[in-house]
């Protein structure tokens, strides 16, 4: 029973894997599908690669998702609140992506994870959910935000006596390089995500202990289910980040995409901090188009983005709260 348990718990965080590639796709690549850089498809595998290579760049991300948000819970009720949470991200990540708001797949994991602990009784590590996800989730966005905007102002200043349709040519070009950093920079966050979930699965099984490398296996298999759901992209949310909030042009994509992938970058390698990519990417965004005027963001469709963030942990939490109290009356 434990043996299955720990199989039903890893095949629904590779699910949850699956799920993120494809809502996150948009992430990677929208931009640059919105500015013609790149076809959707070419876009696509692209992003999927880049998102495989990623996932092998470090595992600091994973060790705080294992080790530093809840108490390693135990037994078969330390796999059903592991279970429970993967619910409520799954459930929240599907929402999402009907309605096309780029919610965080990051929150809607770290809000189940805190939810179904809530409900069955382990520990929550407060200090380690305020300083690596609820500090970040609201320094990030302000972060993308300013960054972008001085990214484009500089863009703008560097090429003022250039021709515009060749720079605008020069610059979808470019696009490509700062698609593959962006969708790189969503591997090497993403993946480690699920791989600390997994990790913490095998030491509740004892096939693990903390401290150990993570395993090849569990890096590939995490690696190679978010590259799967990032190249079955998320057309919806891709409409709602390439054209709703602005309908951006080579420059500013360039500018967005740089701008995310060196934020997530920094704050993987000398944070350890499980950002969000939709916050970083959506606030580079916006950042980049006030440049042209403030007004030439679409500031309803960002509130209602933004709104979605703050709800995007509590509503995991539900889920993955009432998921665990399901399985606690059927099963434990």
Not at 29 to 50: C, E, F, K, N, W
Request: net charge positive.
């Amino acid at each position: 029973m434990d043996t299955f348990a720990l199989i039903v718990t890893v095949a629904v965080a590779l699910f949850f894997t699956y799920t993120n590639g494809f809502h996150d796709s948009a992430n990677a690549i929208a931009t640059s599908v919105s500015t013609r850089a790149l076809t959707p498809r070419a876009a696509l595998a692209m992003a999927a690669v880049m998102n495989l290579a990623g996932a092998f760049l470090g595992s600091g991300i994973a060790k705080t998702v294992s080790e530093g948000l809840i108490e390693t819970p135990q037994g078969s009720k330390g796999m059903a609140i592991l279970f429970s949470g993967l619910v409520g991200a799954i459930v929240w990540n599907l929402v999402t992506w009907y309605f096309g708001l780029p919610s965080s797949s990051s929150h809607a994991l770290f809000g189940g994870l805190v939810g179904a602990a809530l409900a069955g009784g382990t520990e929550v590590i407060w200090h380690g959910v305020i300083d690596k996800i609820v500090i970040p989730m609201f320094l990030s966005p302000i972060v993308g935000l300013i960054v972008g905007y001085l990214v484009m102002t500089a863009i703008l200043w560097l090429f003022r006596r250039s021709n515009p349709h060749k720079a605008k040519r020069g610059f979808r070009i470019a696009q490509t390089v700062s698609a593959a950093g962006m969708a790189l920079g969503h591997g090497l966050q993403d993946a480690q995500k699920t791989m600390g979930v997994v990790v913490m699965a095998l030491v509740i099984s004892g096939h693990e202990t903390y401290g150990d490398p993570i395993p090849v296996w569990v890096k590939l298999v995490c690696a190679i289910m978010l590259s799967l759901g990032t190249y079955a992209g998320g057309w919806r949310i891709m409409r709602t980040l390439g054209r709703k909030i602005i309908e951006l042009d080579p420059p500013q994509g360039f500018a967005a995409e740089t701008t995310g992938a060196a934020i997530m970058f920094t704050t993987a390698f000398l944070f350890k901090a499980p950002i969000s990519t939709t916050h970083v990417i959506t606030s580079a965004i916006m950042g980049v188009g006030a440049t042209k005027r403030v007004n030439a963001v679409r500031w309803g469709v960002a509130k209602n983005i933004v709104m979605g963030w703050f709800i995007t942990m509590p509503a995991a939490a539900l889920v993955a709260a009432v998921a665990y109290w399901i399985v606690d009356l059927a099963f434990l």
